[in-house]
């Protein structure tokens, strides 16, 4: 783990992570490279700012300037660059801005955490001694951002571990407007109020002996083989040659277990690595994923001969690596990733990217638990810290572990950080792309309660000797009890699915028309002006490639809707999107949504289009077509079976989205029908007009609050409601606040 524990004061803000290149790739398990190669990363903007931008107008940046990062505070804060005229654009249109560097040709940027040993213990000499490393840009009292020329950075990051400085990096990856600010990102399910027979027989299974051999083969305590060849595992150190082995042992484990794996490969610079996800998929709602995991490289002031990392992070891997063992053995309701990360020591390298590649696939991350070092207690007060930050997701992830550790009695005493919480770990990269995380770690800081350090911490001296395994297995009951609970762990046949919304949105009327002259008797077209032939019906994002009726190219009719962007000069960092709300009836025996599309022929692999479902509170709900290929540029008749929503209340989502870049993408669709019938087959049709649907607003839950003894302790300013810091949603919307604006 790569500490620190931030403050989120009025003031600048530091810390913050970003993303990169995302690519998921299967792979097999051959060993490849260390550094190798890479694709030149995205560049920074000839400036570098921090920009605050009010929940609602956070789609406004995007369209000004380039973020980077986001920060926790009072309002949400980016860390973003752009032309020194893009600082002037923004503070004319009353963003608040502050200049943090003139010139980015040639620089990288990392934030150092100021708490550590490794700098004196005076703020002002700690700057001056960060100052012989680079300039610092910026600093407080906990972190300070410094800029460095890159061909210094290998050296300034393989020094670090011996001036026990903790790192992260700022990378030049831009996030996307997908990072929507809604309140509803949330996980769904209630947290745990009593025990569950089902849940305990699982917790049983949890092995001291099993969580120690794991410890063992990822420490080097004693050989592995793998793949046949017997290894000795000394150094997981993310530039050793021995962490290909490690990533072969993992992928090994899973893959002898016949569970899905995958290798998921990051770049950063010339360097790559790669990160191991496994699967199970849900049965119900494999949409929805719950991750569990941590990063699982090493590191130590001798790395490349001997970084043993037992507790850092043998420990939390080898509790990812039980849970998964028992989880394999039963059916779940939601699909759960295992997932492994290195590059975490040089600043979460690996976990951005792999973030970033799920908030550009759209994905619907429920939550995510990162368990990084779970293996030491000095003192055997069971104390350990959940991080959750300020966001509400992320704050209703860490009750459902407060409860489920005190429903299922393992007895940790939880310290409870918001506005303290660190983000110098693999959760903090999921806080950036929206997504509900926090980090489980033992007492590490200093706080409400002493802390209780492992003194081996980046030291060769970090070994299985020192963990404590009872400590662990406390954790991994917990974090396993949390996953049973929410992704719903079951035996026997499949239960229904069901609708569990993730916000309470105030009830709106919704349209329901009679069928038109056009339609079979028993069956109604739901969608309203599904020809967009008149202005009724649709809703249109207002975001700068703001999406809406064109007359050519159509299908039928004069009119059709265009999404996205038709002139390249014209191009801009926007999503551009149409929605319609509809309520299926509960009792119709066929429901179908039909439309035809015109995708255009041009791409560049990271722009897309899509079609989605939403919840009637425009949370995410499921995904019915994405693609970022290029289209064939003539009308497609596309058909989706929608039996499944029966009895909700829906939003139709229609969205293209560039990046800013050449080429750009376009699509065009025409005739859209949701047609619902009872005792026959439908036929889609063109449907008659009627008033549009107002879009409902919000009225999310507070930010849950803590007491002592086994609840957590609330060792910060208390977490601040949704309505001032919200977590963003994944759904692919701009900015939406307390009054959800698909964009």
Known sequence: MTPHPARWPQRLVFS??????????WMNHAAAPVAQAAPTPNAFGPTLFLVSAPPERADELFALAHPHARLS??????????????????????????????????????????????????????TTQLATLGRVLWADETEALIALDSSRERSFVD????????????????????????????????????????????????????????????????????????????????????????????????EQRGMAVRYDDWTYGSYSGRNIIAEIPGTLHPERI??????????????????????????????????????????????????????????????????????????????????DMIGWDGNSDRVMEIHTGTGQGS????????????????????????????????????????????????????????NDRNPWYHNTGDSLSRVDLSYVVRHAKVALAVLAEQAGAFTGPTPTPTNTPTATPTPQPTNTPAPTATTQPGCTDLILNGGFETGEGWSFGPTPLQAGPVTSPVLVGSRALRLGAVDPASTAYSHSSAYQRVAIPAGA????????????????????????????????????????????????????????????????????????STPTMVNYVDQVSLTACVGVTATPTATATSPATPIPTFTPTSTPTSTPTNQPINTATPTPTPSATPMPTNTPTSAPTSTPTPQ
């Open 16 to 25: 913050l992570l970003i993303l990169f290149t995302a690519a998921g790739l």
């Open 73 to 126: 505070g009072d309002q949400p804060r980016f860390i973003a660059s752009g032309s020194p005229d893009d600082l002037v654009k923004l503070a004319d249109a009353g963003f608040a801005v502050q200049l943090l560097d003139q010139r980015t040709a040639g620089q990288v940027y990392y934030f150092v955490d100021l708490q550590e040993a490794g700098l004196p213990d005076d703020r002002s000499a700690k």
């Open 159 to 254: 020094a670090a571990p011996a001036q026990d400085l903790h790192l992260s990096l700022l990378a030049p990856d831009f996030l996307a407007p997908t990072l929507a600010y809604d309140p509803s990102r949330s996980p769904t399910r209630l947290a745990v109020l009593q025990p569950n027979s089902f849940v305990t027989t699982l917790l049983d299974q949890v092995s001291s002996a099993q969580i120690s051999t794991r410890i063992a083969d990822l420490s080097g305590a004693q050989p592995v083989s793998i793949y046949g060849t017997n290894v000795t595992l000394n150094s997981r150190y993310t530039f050793a040659t021995r962490i290909r082995d490690a990533e072969r042992y993992l992928y090994q484990f899973y």
């Open 290 to 371: 719950w991750l569990v995991g941590g990063h699982f490289d090493s590191i130590s002031q001798d790395p490349y001969n001997s970084a043993p990392g037992a507790d850092d992070n043998g420990s939390g891997t080898a509790a990812t690596l039980m849970i998964a063992e028992i989880l394999r053995q039963v059916r779940l309701g939601d699909t759960v990733h295992f997932v492994h990360f290195s590059g975490e020591e040089q600043g979460q390298w690996g976990s951005k990217s792999y973030a970033r590649s799920l908030a550009l696939a759209g994905a619907q991350v429920m939550g995510y638990i990162d368990l």
């Open 395 to 450: 704050n209703d992830l860490g009750t459902m572990f407060v409860a489920a550790n005190a429903v299922y009695n393992q007895q940790l005493v939880i310290e409870r950080k918001s506005t303290s919480a660190s983000r110098f770990s693999d959760h903090s990269p999921f806080w950036d792309n929206g997504f509900p995380a926090f980090l489980a770690i033992e007492n590490f800081f200093v706080d409400a309660i002493p």
């Open 589 to 660: 025996t066929t429901v179908s949504l039909s439309f035809s599309q015109r995708p255009g022929p041009s791409a560049d692999g990271t722009d897309y289009r899509e079609i989605l479902l939403l919840n009637d509170n425009l949370s995410f709900l499921r995904t019915l077509d994405r693609s970022t290929a290029p289209g064939s540029d003539t009308w497609q008749a596309r058909q989706f079976d929608l039996m499944g929503e029966r009895g909700k209340t829906v939003v139709v989502y229609f969205n293209v989205f560039n990046n800013g």
